[in-house]
């Protein structure tokens, strides 16, 4: 697949795609750069007016932070007469263009990486082609969580859209474009397992639901029984087969012991579960890590929310709070 992704084709077929949707021209542009592998470009208007501005930074290197990512330089905002424009960073980790023989070769995506980098431009755009003047609500400011990704994985469909993608694909020898026998392939293969993410998606919000009305409003750090929230969360995922709940529970162990948003989510909890209840959710989340991850997590809760810091350690044997977190699980 790779060798029908050239980077170059690539993103011709991403920036044309943009400039279709929206009505602006995209181009390459000169700033400072922290490499010199990392590009700048323009976006303009119809009629030539300056609407933002981005990094591209796409090939991994040593020293460089892992993953895929958008962020901001400069959010738009008014200052008295003038409008500062927005400026973003679009970050990726794809392999660098190979040198053979002293002659750089063009370098080749995955479709994965191809989805990826429109995933990570939807972010852009949200940011670039705001009209909000307002710093603290413009372009990603002040955006709630369940609507971050919608420009991003709105981006994603494109890369499955056959007139789409045939026009972004150019084979590095022949020149020829993905042929459609093998884009169906890949289109059937799309969905593979797809049940098992959809009842991912409603675990979280089962356990989200679930949280919020176990909250006792106006009394912070006040919660019902926790035994009755670890039961009725139970409950919610009685149907569920024990493999599908572990890698639920797997991906709760990542939110309390340094995974994605972390910090966000570890505060909210400190806040919304009482200190008993919050113990026995986060040692069954640290007995799933590294004692060394399970450690810093259980110092971070100590110091950060303030409950108590003396606790046995999951890898010493099975403290009392985390049998009865398991007895009721189980």
Request: with cysteine.
């Amino acid at each position: 697949m790779k060798r029908y992704f050239r980077e170059e084709r690539v993103l011709a077929g991403l920036f044309g795609l943009v400039e279709t949707i929206y009505g602006v021209a995209i181009a390459e542009s000169q700033a400072p750069v922290w490499h010199p592998d990392v590009r700048f470009y323009d976006i303009r208007d119809r009629n030539g007016g300056r609407v933002g501005q981005f990094y591209l930074d796409l090939y991994a290197r040593e020293g460089k932070q892992s993953g895929a990512w958008m962020d901001d330089a400069v959010n738009r905002r008014r200052d008295g007469e003038h409008i500062r424009h927005p400026v973003a960073f679009l970050t990726c980790n794809f392999a660098a263009p190979a040198v053979v023989d002293g002659r750089r070769q063009p370098a080749l995506f995955t479709h994965r990486e191809v989805v990826t980098l429109f995933h990570e431009f939807g972010h852009g755009l949200h940011l670039l082609l705001t009209r909000v003047d307002v710093p603290g609500v413009s372009g990603i400011e002040g955006v709630e969580w369940d609507a971050v990704e919608l420009p991003s994985q709105i981006m994603e469909n494109w890369c499955w859209e056959w007139d789409v993608l045939k026009s972004m694909t150019a084979h590095v020898d022949t020149g020829e474009p993905l042929p459609r026998a093998l884009f169906e392939r890949m289109w059937a293969a799309k969905n593979f397992q797809s049940g098992l993410a959809t009842l991912r998606q409603v675990e979280f919000a089962l356990f989200d639901m679930l949280l919020h009305t176990e909250y006792v409003p106006g009394r912070p750090g006040v919660h019902r029984d926790a035994r009755a929230v670890l039961a009725a969360a139970r409950r919610e995922v009685a149907v569920v087969p024990r493999p599908d709940y572990d890698r639920f529970m797997h991906a709760f162990g990542h939110i309390f012991a340094g995974g994605y948003a972390a910090g966000y989510y570890s505060y909210k909890w400190a806040e919304v579960l009482s200190a008993d209840a919050y113990s026995l959710f986060e040692e069954e989340a640290c007995s799933r890590r590294s004692p060394a991850r399970a450690s810093g997590t259980r110092s971070w809760r100590a110091a950060a929310a303030g409950r108590r810091s003396t606790r046995s350690s999951p890898s010493a044997g099975a403290s009392p709070k985390s049998t009865r977190f398991c007895a009721i699980m189980e």
